[in-house]
């Protein structure tokens, strides 16, 4: 299982894929900053827009899944709070495939500065939705994360 | 469809299911009191109590459903705010049965002084999971809801 | 109070302000459509998403809030379910305005075919964030109220 | 900072602080089990119980802060799919101290059958409210981490 450091997730490449959002009124806890799950949310909310990027939408796969991608492992490490309406870029800006398997790596920064206030990273096994055994990483989605790698 | 005024809700009555919890830490939002939607979800959860204590567990039922109940209606009138760490009871206190339809009536209230914060309702109807034709009442969810009417 | 007619909410206006989105992968529940709250958190975003074309971003008033616009009531009638990935427009279509209030009308339809799938209401109080008093509703969030009842 | 290794976590230690409870209806996603970042929401709401069985409510504490604790970091390992319903130990089983930062090692089981299903962990810097400077673990929180390293 490939493991980011976090300083290389730092860095914006120009292979990133990346979207704009703001953070959610309902995203921030009692404290007034961002609840640390709610980050997780975002990276994923990214990765389901790679795949539709992609031509692998996951909603249409779920219909009638040929594959699936369980999470073996997230992590996350956070440098500056981010506070409601935050404009915020999360970016994939790394990837490392192996056969059935892939580790990607986020970068969170404020849109406008560029300003880099956490990293996260996460690793997705490709299975077989009837038994559950390994399976080579769909092909548009293998396309999709080697042009990432770079 | 049926529904309830605001105000016989506010009323604890003795045949009411509750149930006692905190509001959460990430349930509030950046106005620093509950989110308006979380209250719906606290409702929810009691009703997952309720079908789990009435023998129709909602996660067992789900395996190999033979009812649905997806839900027409939902409305909630907020009286006081709720912040992080106020302990509630949450409280089914009414319900009207239909044929294949049930108006259910929550009351929340602070658990250790029984003011009422808010008070919601939901309108439930029951349906055949494979046709989604209307179907009646399971006996067992049947049996609860009347205790509840009293 | 003012209440709408759920029927009435049914037509997409000229004036709406809408958005457009997807329903999200963590939105759905363990029946397969969207956990019904979940609803209100879109209604929400939309709300977010007014003020701050107003030019009353809701973000920028909260750090030191001139007013506030707590919650009274809330509604929704399902119609249809929504499923992960179904590309949704939620609009704000109808406003109504008292001294210190306002009622709020929205549609939620497919955005592909213009199927409405629900109709939501909620009604905002305005106050004075210290002494919790009614205040006018204020003059850039008026003024985007009226172009919305048209 | 401490990072414990996964496998250390995979043990129920007797000085354990634990809470049981099920999988809500809407923490599963469209693929049917438990949307991941839920995992570390039930991880901070046992942290959360800590903290007001050590006799330092995070919401008493937040009112007129004396600390805050905000997270550097969070990890997780997934080892068995959990679907609504299950009912879990969600257990803090390990702390390291340092002077102003604690790592914290959880352990979600099967509540019946004590089976592994993730493990996860988090590192928290606690810090003064006004400085943002480093601050010492407040007294009720050391002890109450101390009795968890056993």
Redesign the interface.
């Known amino acids: 299982m490939h493991r980011f450091e976090r300083d290389t997730l730092r860095r914006r490449t120009d292979s990133a894929f990346g979207e704009t959002r703001a953070i959610?009124?309902?995203d921030?806890?009692?404290?007034?900053?961002i609840?640390?799950?709610?980050l997780?949310?975002y990276c994923?909310?990214t990765l389901?827009s790679l795949f539709a990027a992609a031509g692998a939408?996951?909603?249409?796969n779920?219909r009638s899944p040929t594959w699936?991608a369980?999470?073996?492992?997230?992590?996350?490490?956070?440098f500056k709070?981010l506070?409601?309406?935050?404009s915020i870029e999360v970016a994939i800006v790394a990837a490392v495939l192996a056969d059935s398997e892939v580790s990607l790596g986020f970068r969170i920064a404020k849109a406008d500065k560029d300003e880099v206030c956490a990293v996260a990273q996460s690793v997705h096994t490709f299975v077989n939705p009837s038994t559950f055994q390994r399976c080579p990483v769909p092909e548009p989605l293998r396309v999709a994360f080697l042009r990432i790698a770079g």
Chains 1, 2, 3, 4 share one sequence.
């Open positions: 959610r009124f309902q921030v806890d009692a404290a007034g900053i609840f640390y799950p709610r997780f949310e994923h909310d389901v939408a996951l909603h249409e779920l699936l369980p999470i073996r492992h997230a992590e996350a490490d956070y709070p506070r409601f309406g935050d």
